[in-house]
């Protein structure tokens, strides 16, 4: 079974311009979960994805936003990038509820510059 | 404030050194999950613990959940260099949706 994807998994770009990750999970699994992780603020939850829904959604400002699409597939945008927005940004797949068995892909990394 | 505390931050040991790992909170939480993370990849799930007091065992890794479900520990003995990486405890307090992760600690172990 192939397991979680993530493209781009390297990314540059610069303060104020924006950016779409795109994460493929486990064939089967409906819930998508991205997270931010940073040396300073560790592995932080963004928001998940279930059925093309939005389910939960962690504190992050309105410039990072996502979508699911009907294959599960999803996205992950962030609009007009500042300097703090470098980080690791990883996406995990479940069958079900969050809380289940994640399988989280190897990330993309980002650097704003 | 983390909610999830984990120590100690940096641990460096030699291989076949015995070492625990702790993940501390103040809420109650219903299960909660540890993982390790080497560079360049995604966490993977090395277990979850789900009943107060419950260990569980993985080869040389043990994990326990406290009586109160708010904090757990991961014991390895006989750390091997394959042991080395970041490890992550994780869960979602009560009545939460949202899943916190703790900052981890980081384990290199040297042959």
């Known amino acids: 079974k192939a397991g979680v994807t993530q493209t781009p998994r390297y990314l540059i770009k610069t303060r104020g311009q924006q950016v779409t990750l795109s994460c493929s999970p486990i064939s089967g699994h409906r819930s998508v979960s991205w997270y931010q992780q940073t040396p300073g603020q560790g592995l932080q939850f963004l928001f998940e994805?279930?059925?093309?829904?939005?389910?939960n959604k962690g504190n992050f400002p309105g410039r990072f936003s996502g979508r699911q699409f009907s294959n599960s597939r999803s996205e992950m945008n962030v609009s007009t990038l500042e300097l703090g927005d470098s980080a690791l940004y990883l996406c995990a797949s479940s069958l079900a509820m969050v809380f289940n068995e994640q399988f989280f892909g190897p990330g993309t990394r980002l650097t704003v510059l | 404030t983390q909610l999830l505390e984990q120590s100690p931050q940096f641990l460096s040991i030699q291989e076949g050194e015995n070492l625990t790992v702790y993940c501390n909170s103040s809420?109650?939480?219903?299960?909660l999950q540890w993982y390790r993370q080497e560079p360049g990849e995604g966490p993977v799930l090395l277990v979850t613990v789900v009943t107060g007091g419950e260990v569980k065992k993985l080869k040389r890794l043990t994990f326990q959940f406290g009586d109160a479900r708010k904090d757990s520990s991961l014991h390895i003995t006989a750390a091997q260099p394959g042991d080395t990486g970041l490890y992550l405890c994780a869960g979602a307090p009560g009545g939460s949706y949202i899943p916190t992760f703790g900052r981890g600690t980081s384990l290199i172990v040297h042959p």
């Open positions: 809420s109650v939480f219903s299960s």
């Open positions: 994805y279930f059925s093309e829904t939005q389910r």
